[in-house]
């Protein structure tokens, strides 16, 4: 629990952006290893863990259907100002809601968590080469909107 429990806090935490609702997700992912212990290998406990947060995570937002923006990322270069650091957040926050669920899902666990692309298609169950193109179609939608700051005006 201790090894994946930070990553797939952030993973959720980027689509949902609700520490609440991200807490509860991983919570029940946990839960849900817990039960299958004796069915889930541990060389796969990887990518069965992220597995079932992602589809946890598709579930709550089919039955629920809202994002909130609740806190800032915690990955911010300390010399930026507050103000723009805000803006430079509510840019990447717009584009990342403009993906699709699955196009965010391979994009925030390619670039964020810096998986590979067989771990992804392993989580997501998807081939590689579907992957690939999901991960090429979001940076090229990331891309595209990223080159008009003002998206939010």
Known sequence: MKEYAGRLHRFVFKSLRNTE??????QDTFAKLWVNRKKVEWEK????LFTVAHNGML??????????LVEEYSQWEPHMEDELRMELKE???YCLD??????RSVLLLRD?????????SEILNLSE???KVYLF???????SQLKDLTVLA
């Open 45 to 48: 406990a990887k990518s069965w």
């Open 21 to 26: 609702d991200t807490r509860d997700i991983v």
């Open 91 to 93: 840019i990447v926050d």
């Open 129 to 131: 080469s579907q992957v």
């Open 59 to 68: 579930n709550f937002i089919k039955t629920r259907n809202r994002v909130e």
């Open 112 to 120: 964020l968590e810096g998986y590979e692309y067989k771990e992804i």
């Open 98 to 103: 403009q993906l699709t669920p699955v196009q």
């Open 137 to 143: 179609r979001a940076r090229q939608k990331m891309k």
